[in-house]
């Protein structure tokens, strides 16, 4: 199991993302912030680095490494921007990720290489414009297959990376069918799978950006789905086995947004340090009054308390233990952490923590997300309970 202290191979990775998102990240990123341009050059350089491919197998292109390496990645490049960073975290967790447990030998020799390296971008369509927490009863988007083809319609709200110059395939969730209920579940439900879009198919539409309130250089769009035909063989996996890929892949995505959190909660006590020191009142720097310093002093608590949360459901899931409970846990914790540690920054910061022109605004900005996306911490909670035996509460 992962423990709070890195081994060699670890810490030299997170020190190699570190002086890169310093150096490379950071002197860019306001601009592009306020443009809300995709970071391109950025997604090519982390691409060279290997970092899409960091836990894909070396056989696809990949550098071989697991789940924990790349969270590690993903705390790093949010100590700076959260934008790039789920980026990175949307292209593998659920880009890559799935092709890579659930796809076909032809499936994974088709993609994995050039998402591996960055030059395409995959996404998964999963949300719809109608639904959100609960996935199966919000569902619309149907695949009917007719010969060997099948024809998918409908819309898919909130996609990341999906209409990027680089995006080449979104995994797009829809009902194929329905079954019967059964003792576990009595009443008929749908049939969900997923299937493989290649960008550029007739009949898929991805409309202009939304105008967010943060991640402004994360791509995140609405799709529509107009008697889209692809091949058969886009399955991904097993037919109506798209919900529990569904699942299987949240869990994972969960423990990468929370160590992504845990960046920007780690941000933000970098900045206010950094401030503290600098920023007078009263004749002294105003880390000299303890008013501040317990708000730090708090900060820096829950930005410890997340980062073990999330070692600590990494770790379950490298062992192959179970780790949905542990999963939400750190979700939830540094969900919360990164909202109340960009509040209290920007307070540190007064005035000019209002301004664009500081980090601190912009994490303020990109922190709400992460008590909403890949399960909100109302969802987090429901699952926790779940998970303590207390189902049909």
């Not at 890559?96 to 030059?119: C, D, K, N, V, Y």
């Not at 007078?280 to 880390?287: K, S």
Request: net charge negative; proline share 4%; hydrophobic share 40%.
């Amino acid at each position: 199991m992962i423990m709070p202290q890195l081994n060699e191979e670890y810490e030299d990775l997170r020190k190699t993302v570190e002086a890169f998102a310093r150096d490379v990240v950071a002197p860019v990123i306001g601009d592009l912030y306020e443009r809300r341009e995709f970071p391109y050059d950025i997604v090519r350089q982390m691409g060279a680095m290997g970092l899409f491919g960091l836990p894909l197998p070396e056989e696809y292109g990949g550098m071989g490494g697991d789940y924990f390496a790349l969270c590690l990645v993903l705390e790093e490049l949010a100590r700076v921007d959260s934008s790039v960073s789920i980026t990175l975290e949307a292209a593998v967790s659920l880009g890559a990720m799935p092709i890579h447990r659930f796809g076909t030998a032809g499936q994974r020799a088709e993609w994995l290489p050039r998402m591996a390296s960055g030059e395409v971008l995959g996404a998964f369509g999963l949300t719809e414009p109608g639904g959100g927490s609960d996935v199966p009863g919000g569902m619309r988007t149907t695949a009917t297959l007719d010969g060997d083809e099948w024809v998918i319609n409908g819309s898919k709200a909130f996609i990341t990376n999906s209409g990027t110059d680089i995006t080449g395939v979104v995994a797009v969730a829809a009902i194929t069918g329905h079954r019967e209920g059964d003792e576990t579940f009595p009443h008929r439900r749908p049939e969900i799978s997923t299937i493989l879009v290649p960008s550029g198919t007739p009949g898929f539409t991805v409309s202009k950006k939304y105008s967010k309130v943060g991640w402004n250089c994360s791509d995140t769009r609405e799709l529509s789905f107009t008697g889209c035909r692809v091949p058969a063989g886009n399955l991904l996996g097993e037919r109506g086995r798209g919900y529990a890929q569904f699942l299987q892949t949240l869990d994972e995505g969960r423990v990468a947004i929370a160590a992504l959190s845990t960046g920007l909660a780690q941000g933000c006590v970098d900045e206010s340090l950094r401030y503290v020191r600098e920023r007078r009142a009263f004749g002294h720097p105003i880390g000299h009054y303890q008013a501040i310093q317990f708000k730090i002093a708090d900060m820096e608590v829950r930005t410890h308390t997340a980062r073990l949360a999330y070692y600590h459901a990494a770790g379950r899931m490298l062992a192959g233990e179970p780790f949905k409970k542990e999963a939400a846990i750190a979700k939830l914790v540094a969900g919360d952490a990164a909202m109340d540690n960009a509040r209290d920054a920007t307070q540190i910061f007064g005035g000019y923590g209002f301004m664009n022109e500081y980090p601190v605004g912009r994490f303020y900005r990109d922190a709400k997300i992460l008590e909403i996306g890949e399960g909100t911490s109302e969802v987090q909670r429901m699952l926790i309970a779940r998970e303590l035996g207390l189902k049909g509460l």
